[in-house]
Every structure is written in C-alpha cells, then in structure tokens.
C-alpha cells in the first residue's frame, strides 16, 4: 500500500492538469434545474449552467453563485473530486439559505446501492428515533431496537449480528457494519457497535452504503452509516427552543444556538429526553450535549470539530413469549425485572479534522477522534461493568488528473487506525437478603478481564471516468486486527495462561464497478465486493474453562450488485433498483457440550456453513406538483419494496435438548435466514402547501418471517399506518414557528420493535397495539 502511494505522488506532476469542479444548481422550492446562473471562482474564471443547472469550471477553494432572483451565496469546495448538489432560495424568502450536500455524489454516479436520508426523511415521525426512517425509507436495511430509545441494531441485507442462541444470530448489538458519526467510529476497534448513547434526533443526514463495504472501511462485511451533524450554514444565526410530548410519557426538550459566517460556523445543543415506555419496566432517560464546528483557517485550509456528551438510562422489561405476545400481555419477563434489567451508558466523544487542500489534484481530510465511557448493564443473566476507551485517527488523501481528453482519473488513498482498552466485569446477581421483594443486588464476581485491541486498515480507491460517460472503479484495502486479553481471575495451579493474544492479519478487501450514465440524469451499474468479520475477544476464549478458541477464522461475505439508479422527467422522478447476490461463509456457530441430560456446561464457537442471500430492492419518489406559485408547493407520493430469498448453507447447530442424554446436531441447510422477512413494502406521500403547511402519510408492511433457525416458529405480517402534519410560518421579529402532531399506528396493528432470533420462549419485544399520538413546537429566534 505504501509503494502504491509512492507511484501516485511520484506520477502526480506528470498527470497534472486542471481539475474541474462539478454540479448542478436547482430551486430550493421545486428542486427544478436553474440555468443561466452565474458560477465564478476565486480566479476569476466565470461559467454559467446549462439547461439541466449543470456547470463545471476550475477546481477552487471557493466558488461564487449568483442570480438576480436568488440569494447569492458562496459554497465552500471540500474535495474536487464530488459532484456537489446546491438549492437556491429565491431572493423573496423569509429564510435565506443555500443547501450543499457535499461530498455526497449525485445518484447517477453512485456504482452501488448507496442511499442517503436528508432531514425531510428523518423528521417522518417524531424525529426522535431513528428506526422510524431507516424501516419507512430504506429498503433491504431493518432497524431494531429493545427499549423505547436503546439497544438499536443495524441489520443490511440479511447480515444480522455476530453469534446467539443456537449459533445462528445475535441479539445484542450491532456486528458486522461500520458506523461513524461527523467521521468518527461509533465501531470500535474491535467491531461492536452500541447506539444507547447516540443522540439520533440531532442527526441532519444519513448515508448507508448496503452490502460489504471493506474497500472503503475494513472490516465492514454488512456495509457501513455514516450519520452527520451539521453545524450552521453560512449567513444562518438563531436561537431555537424545541419541546416533543407524546403517549407513554414521552417528552423532549432542546435547547439549540447555532452561529454561520463565510469563514466559520457552529452549533451548540442540549436534549433531555424521557419516556415512561409502552411495557412494564421500559422508562428511558437521556442527556445529551453536542458540539459542532466548522472554521476556515486559510483559502486552503479548513477545521471541522465535534465534541459530544451523553449520559443514557434504559430499563429492560425482557421478551414477551410468543403466548404473551399473541396475548397482548406486555407485563414482561419476571427475570428481566427481578435483576432491574437496564442500559446506563456515560460517555465522552470527540474528533478534530483537518481539511487541506494541497493545490488542484491533492488534498487530505485528517480526523483524530476519541471516546471514553463508563457502562453498567444487567439481564436476566447477570450485571456488567464496562470502561471502553477508544482512540485513533483515520487520513484519507484524495487527488484527481486529467489524463487525456475526456479521461479523468481520481481517486482515496489512506488509512484508519484505532486502539481500544477496555476493563470489563460480570457479577451474577443475587437475592437482596435484607429486603427479598425489592430488585436482585449485584453477586459474585464472574470475569475479570482487560482487554487492549488494534484495529488498522489500510485502503486505495480509484475511479477512471472515460468518454460515453463510462465509469470504473477499483479499489482494496488491508486490515487487521489485534486482541489481547488479559484474565485477571487467574489462579495459580490451574495450567492456563493468564494472557491471551491474537491476531487476524492481512485479510484483503477488493471492490471493482462498472457504471454508464445516460445524460447525465441516470445510469447503469455492476459492482463486486468483499469484506469480513473477526470474532471478538469474548468469543475466542471459552469461558468455563479459560481454553484459547484458536481455530475460529474471519467471517467472509462477497457480494455481486447490478443496478440503475437517479432521475427522469426534468427531475421528477427519483428512482433505485438492485439485484444483489451475497455469499456468507465460515459463519460462527455454536457447540454445546453437555453437564449431564438437563443442563449444557458450556458452549463454544466454530465456523461452519454460511448463508446464501439474494434479494431485490426498488425506491421511486415523483414530484406531482412542485411549485411555489400554486396552492400545493410540493406533492410527492413515493414507495419502496424488498424481495430476499435468503438461507442457509451447510449450516448447522449442535446442542443437548432438554431431558436427552447427549448432543444432538440439528442441520439449517435450505432453510431461510430467520430474522428476516421475504417481502417488504412501504409507501406514503408528502404534501407541502404554499402557505407553510404540510402532511406526510406512511404505510409501512413488514412480511412473515422465521424466528427460528429450523422454520418452526414464524412472526405474523403486520401494517403500520403514521400521520403526520405541521405549520411552518415566519413571525414578525425574525421569529419563526413550527407545530406539527401525528398519529402512529392509526390501524392498531399488533407488531414489534424487535424479535429475537432463535431464543424461544422469549421472543417479543412488543411496540404500542394501539393508535398513539404526540404533538411538538418549534419556536426559533433570528439574529
């Protein structure tokens, strides 16, 4: 990788030509293509957009946009290589404003299913939890979660977690997907994610890349999230007080101050958030700070700083059996309760990038993050006490050449390096003797373990734009991964090594795409990719008797795309559809070894079999009416759909049933992947009216699907209708208010957050069977 790095810096004078900065300029009302705008850049050099709000002219620190009916505005170019989106508002409005979503490429350049989520698809419901957009507006992505605002989960395209019950899932946490926020890890280094203490109603914008994603990320063999912050933008200075109430108790208050000048912005907020919960021992209590900045230090030169604070409480009232479920029952699991089941994570989160731009074909983004957390949690299974903290940074160069008339080479050249320690402690739990009918109290201590972990990854990716509008990509990366466990229970005498080390070295990421645009509006493409998933240190070791698991090996995923993606009718329509084939293998599985015909002493894992995934995915989106001059300002109903046809391959799991005398091997091959449903379907429409006013209708199908790994248990289908209406209205003063309510599961439908896979009999973690409203205020103060 290194020498690789050398040939490009050593060819790069030889390749040097002028750079070209792209993209299209469109009204911020009715997102129709603007022509004739003015576009100059700090040269002097000066071009204006064609028919379709297209322009191109040299690469610059900063560009100039300007019309006689709109705002003028400046846009800040942070990687010459992207094709940035910017919307004008007319000069008319209350709230001047330019929208850039950079470095975020078009759609018709994307050479894989990538989907991105702006604010006006985040606000779909209550704007507090993100599941509500992800399982409405994404398809082939499921979002989970246990508690009214805690253990969220990821699950792309089939790839739940790591290993569960009987070997085919994991129920706790996210596995398998990167996720960073404002370009920090929220992965740590060893690939856990926990979302408990991420303040999702603050996020401005979403981009998920579906399916292996190593190339870019690593160990990343679902895909990767990127979720943003936003600070202010330019010439935006305000005051904002946000309230949100809703059944169960829901309430949430933010306090937001946000400042945008043309060489600095930031924003500053606080939300405190609670709710009662919908079961029985399900409150949540959160606490968030977070702030965002973004300061220009010279033409070439600009910081981008994050700092976040959370302090997150939530109970767990455990899973509903199947029979309780059915029954609407949601009293919840005795043992959940008995041990005050919870969630509390403390955290402190912090990154700083540097972008530089070195001249017209090099510049580098540099962030160096960090994080340290205090955790507590407890199940029916007993307590635990984590301290992660976890440091690194990640450096990506970027540079683009003109190699000869109508061939543009550019191109991501870096690496992301990240440390982990982590001190965690298991107690089991045990009867308070001197009160008995109060919550359990925290027992013998279980494990004692420190555990220090590397993460690094090399990568390189390249896109060769060629003449017909034709388009490859190539790139791979390099990664490994160190773990070193430290028992701090050893004793003396027992012939096992107190210290546990190993390591997953060189496993290599390669991705290849093939694209061709059509007039600039849309395109086809295929693409390969490959990635994979180490175990983490608590699965290499077998805990009843302190054995090193030394032959469990990396979790493969490869995947083959081809798709067509991006916009028709001037603009009207949206459009993404992909066919996907995914292979899985050397899955982890689990081995019970028997204590005698009742009880199992103790499991460990193996890698055996995989899965087989291919699937269908299609969104399309259609502006009936946008218009500023008519009653409606937008009309535009959309729809998505996902058909899989996944399941297993040579999987199995090997186990003692209650009462035999010894293991029985029950084989999954042919069966479909449980946790996931065949068929999925959502749609609704977005209203917008010219007097500030606007609806939004969804009707979100999630199909039957197995919860267990041999297809004997299966959850039901179910429909979830939502409302959604607001006002929007500029005051006098530079005040401006929004109110808006809703109503969620208008058919009171009887569905889920989450289930979970293979652990019967519980199984349910129920959400509201009823009809349930909430209702907020927005005022904001202009300055």
Known sequence: MKRLLLIVLLLSPILSFAQNVRGRISDAENRQPLAGVLVSNADGQEVRSDKEGLFSLNCSAEIRISHPDFITQ??????????YEIALLASNEEL??????????????ESQAVQNLDPRELQMGKGLFMDEAINTHVPGVNMWRRTVSGGQQFNIRGYGNGVGFRGASNNFNTQGTKVYLNGIPLTDAEGLTVLDDIDFASISAVNIQKGPAGSKYGFAIAGAINLSILPAKEGESYVQQSATIGDFGLQRYTTTIARGTKNGSWLLNYGHQKADGYMEHTASRKDFVNLVGSFRISAKQRVETYFGYSDSYDERGGELTIAQFEAGDNTGNARYIKNNAHSKVERLR?????HYQFNSHWNNQTTVFGSGASSTSSSA??????QPINFGLRSDFGSSFKLAEDYLLSGHT??????QRNHALSHSMIEDSLYPSRYNIVGPLRSNQFVRNQNQVYFSQWELQMPHDWSFEAGISLSSLSIDLENRMYQNGNDLDPRYQIDYKNYWSPHIALRKSFAKKWSLFASYNRSYKTPLSGNIIIGATGELNTDLVPESGSQIEIGAQGNLLKGRLNFQIAAFSTQFRNKMTSIAVPLDSV???Y??????GGQDNQGLEASVRYEIIGSKNHIFKHVQPWANVTANDFV???FYYEGVPRGASQAVTEEYDGQAVAGVSPLSYNAGIDIQGSAGWYTKLSLRHQGAMNITSDGANKTEAFDVLNLKAGYKIALAAGFNLHVFAGLNNMLSSRYYYMVFVNQLADAYLPAPDRINSYGGIELRYNF
């Open 74 to 83: 400046s846009v800040e170019i942070d990687d010459c290589n992207q094709f």
């Open 96 to 109: 001047p404003m330019v929208e850039v979503s950079a470095p975020r490429k078009a759609s018709y350049q």
């Open 350 to 354: 912090f990154g700083l990038s540097n």
């Open 381 to 386: 299974g007993g307590w635990n006490d984590e």
């Open 414 to 419: 870096g690496i992301e390096i990240q440390f």
């Open 599 to 601: 009880t199992t002493a």
């Open 603 to 608: 499991t460990y894992l193996i890698n055996a």
């Open 648 to 650: 297993y391959r040579d």
